[in-house]
């Protein structure tokens, strides 16, 4: 089969520096898991690294042209291949319940919803490695206090650690995107748990950040906080100036509270 042509729909760029997809792959420590899963592998330049590796290597790609691809060209792969949607499905038809890392040259356009649905699997997910449009993969490692720190560093860093660990250019791609790339690298905590509500945790930093710029005593009122804890100094802050520890003491402030 000839190669397959770059959907602008799904996002796909295909890397074409073999360095580079090397680079990626070996970002993996495989320690604690005997799988991992690729997503959006494409034409396989990062895959043919992964199954140099002494460990189990699945697919997923919703491009059915790049599946058939795959299955031309990488015997290896033979019953690895999942022709579905990772937004979508349920990954426990292949893991059940098992330890695996993900990694891949993630689509931009859906980037963030595929860190968000990894999370959902946390519990099985101990390292996620890969590359995203560089301002995401930024605002994922981000610290507290700057304007790129937000909703996805604050839920992303309270289970796992996070590290930015290289740029990539524009031009090792077909076709070029009009963006930079970065390459990160999350490695679950060993403690992963939250002495808190999560459901609670989740709301409280997703609606903190979306008035970013009020103080927290504004952008919770939705929360109808009793006025005693409404007085209490977290509540003079913005959200960017909490740290993953102070949103979770903040949670366990309004658990107390009664919400």
């Known amino acids: 089969m000839e190669k397959v042509k770059a959907k602008k729909h799904l996002g796909q760029h295909f890397l074409k520096d073999e360095s580079i997809a090397k680079d990626i792959a070996d970002t993996l420590n495989l320690v604690g898991y005997d799988d991992v899963l690729e997503i959006g592998p494409g034409m396989g330049v990062l895959t043919k690294y992964l199954l140099d590796k002494p460990i189990n290597t699945y697919v997923i790609e919703i491009d059915t042209e790049s599946v058939t691809y795959l299955d031309e060209n990488y015997p290896k792969l033979k019953d690895k291949i999942i022709s579905k949607d990772f937004l979508k499905y349920n990954i426990n038809e292949i893991f059940d319940g098992k330890q695996f890392a993900i990694i891949g040259n993630f689509p931009y356009n859906i980037s963030t919803q595929i ?5 959902e699997y946390r ?3 101990p390292e996620f490695a890969g590359m995203f449009q560089k301002e995401v993969a930024q ?5 507290k206090g700057t304007k790129a720190y937000g909703i996805l560093s604050v839920l992303v860093q309270a289970f796992y650690d996070a590290e930015y660990l290289f740029t990539v250019d524009e031009n090792v791609f077909i076709p070029p995107p009009k963006v930079k790339s970065g390459v990160l690298r999350l490695r679950r905590k ?13 709301t409280v930093v997703k ?20 006025d005693k804890l409404r007085e209490d100094i977290v509540f003079d802050l913005r959200p960017e100036q909490l740290n993953v520890e102070q949103f979770i003491e903040l949670t366990q402030k309004i658990e107390a509270d009664g919400v």
């Open 207 to 226: 609606t903190a950040f979306q008035q970013r710029r009020k103080t927290l005593r504004n952008s919770l009122k939705t929360m109808n906080l009793s």
């Open 139 to 143: 605002r994922i490692c981000e610290k």
């Open 123 to 125: 519990s099985q997910i």
């Open 190 to 202: 060993e403690d992963y748990s939250l002495p808190c509500g999560e459901k609670l945790f989740f």
């Open 115 to 119: 860190v968000f649905r990894a999370l």
